[in-house]
């Protein structure tokens, strides 16, 4: 009889092998979560309200309707190094509104009201479009339904403002319900160290 | 009036601006990555050329010579693509996204100031246009200056984020403006920062992105044709436009990489 190994107990190896890799790999995963070392994102490369391509389509709202936390624990940001800082935004106005009497749309996008615009600097009175505009979202108001995500992004916008994790509100869950629902899969459990930078952004001077 | 799509030319590659022959032979020419293409009045690939820097606009002048607006710099080429002339500005030129001509000043756009820089034909600096505001300069979000010059000399600046095209004078007074925003009536301007680019031949004819869109302004502001919405990839944007001597409009299709053309149908 042959020590040499026959390929069954080669495959069994192998077999073995990775089940012990996933099981380690499970546990070590499990063991950082517990300490808080892993948490969940919006890869915004994958949701639908701010992918790239992705024009002329409703805006999704399941980070409002899945997630377990009052309102949700996903909440729309506003990078404002990003931001056209324009006079009339498309994620604050809704431009297929008439127009009012100042030129502008005259409705708002947002169905809660969570986006203010505020001039920056003295406001030309003989020609309100000579100003920049910051729009300042609410994140108390607002609920993740992604209206002004899908309106922010390019070509329409420039995409400055995402979807994201506010890690002040997420309860961690294992199974996030959210991450469940999401079509795209675009909820992702990652370390914290490759997560985005969990407190509010700046704003601007 | 009411135009057609009649032609569309492969563009084999990158395309950012382009501009029609001086003299009516209906060559086309396209700035692309790194070189300069001229297509033929079937859409032929005619000749090429490459440029010292990534080409962003391109501009044929009275005598038939072709600059090329780069990063930092402006090439001048003879048309069978032969330099003749290299002008270097890091300071104003920093990223040149169109070139004009009135009769006695060559006239480019630096996107990174958001300005239109005026020299005289032997690249002496003049004066700025479109800086005289309380925003420093041309509102475009989406990072391109354009611009068209009419047989006056009046420059035609696109003022996207305030829904404008704006009318200056060579000398950067400004004299006026056509345009508002209105995401309902197509004779306004939609989305965030429209128009985006424009040309200047018997009427003002301008792009928009976010849905695309090709329209035709007289020099009052009365829209008087939308040229086009449909044959373009939504998600197009900052779409070069030209129009040459028979009313033909190239526009670029920036997802597909292509050059559709318009004519207008006869009433």
């Known amino acids: 009889m042959s020590d040499d190994p026959t390929r069954r107990d080669l495959f069994a190896a192998v077999a073995r092998g990775t089940v012990l890799a996933v099981l380690g790999g499970g546990a070590i995963f499990l063991v950082r979560k517990a300490n808080g070392q892993v948490v969940w994102q919006v890869d915004a490369s994958r949701c639908i309200n701010s992918r790239l391509g992705e024009v002329g389509v409703e805006a999704c709202n399941l980070c409002t309707t899945e997630c377990v936390v009052a309102l949700s624990a996903v909440r729309a940001v506003n990078e404002y190094s990003q931001c056209g800082r324009c006079n009339i935004c498309p994620a604050y106005f809704n431009i297929a509104s008439a127009v009012n009497g100042l030129g502008q749309p005259s409705e708002k996008l947002c169905p809660r009201d969570a986006i203010a615009r505020r001039p920056i600097g003295k406001v030309d009175p003989e020609d309100p479009a000579n100003n920049f505009y910051e729009y300042v979202i609410d994140e108390e108001k607002c609920d993740g339904c992604g209206k002004c995500v899908m309106q922010c992004k390019e070509p329409l916008g420039l995409g400055s403002i995402t979807l994201r994790v506010r890690y002040d509100r997420c309860l961690n869950c294992n199974r996030c319900s959210i991450s469940t629902a999401c079509p795209q899969k675009a909820l992702m459990q990652l370390p914290v160290s490759r997560a985005l930078e969990p407190v509010g952004i700046e704003r601007p001077e | ?267």
Not at chain 2, 5 to 14: F, K, P, R, Y
Not at chain 2, 185 to 192: E, L
Request: with cysteine.
């Open chain 2, 1 to 267: 009036m009411q135009y057609r799509h009649v032609q569309t030319i492969d563009g084999q590659g990158a395309l950012r601006g382009i501009a029609v022959d001086a003299h009516g032979h209906g060559e086309l020419y396209a700035a692309c990555d790194a070189e300069i293409k001229v297509f033929d009045a079937a859409g032929r690939l005619a000749r090429r050329w490459p440029t010292a820097r990534p080409a962003q606009s391109v501009a044929v002048a009275g005598d038939g010579a072709v600059w090329a607006g780069e990063l930092g710099q402006i090439e001048v080429f003879d048309d069978s693509g032969k330099l003749r002339d290299t002008w270097r500005d890091a300071g104003l030129l920093r990223r040149v996204t169109a070139i004009g001509f009135t009769r006695d000043s060559v006239l480019a756009g630096d996107s990174a100031d958001r300005a239109i820089r005026r020299f005289d034909r032997r690249g002496r600096f003049l004066n700025d246009i479109g800086k005289d505001n309380p925003l420093g300069g041309l509102l475009i979000p989406n990072g391109v200056v354009d611009f068209g010059v009419d047989a006056e000399d009046t420059v035609y600046a696109a003022n996207p984020g305030k829904h404008r095209v704006e009318r200056y004078a060579p000398g950067g007074e400004l004299l006026g403006h056509i345009g508002r925003f209105d995401g309902i009536d197509p004779a306004g301007f939609t989305g965030c920062c429209n128009p985006t680019n424009v040309a200047i031949r018997d009427a003002i004819y301008t792009t928009e992105k976010a849905g695309p869109r090709v329209k035709a302004y007289d020099f009052s502001g009365g829209l008087l044709a939308v040229i086009a919405t449909d044959p373009f990839d939504a998600n197009c944007k900052n779409m070069s436009i030209a129009v040459d001597s028979r009313h033909r409009v190239y526009v670029v299709d920036t997802v597909k990489l292509a050059i559709l053309v318009f004519e207008r149908v006869s009433a």
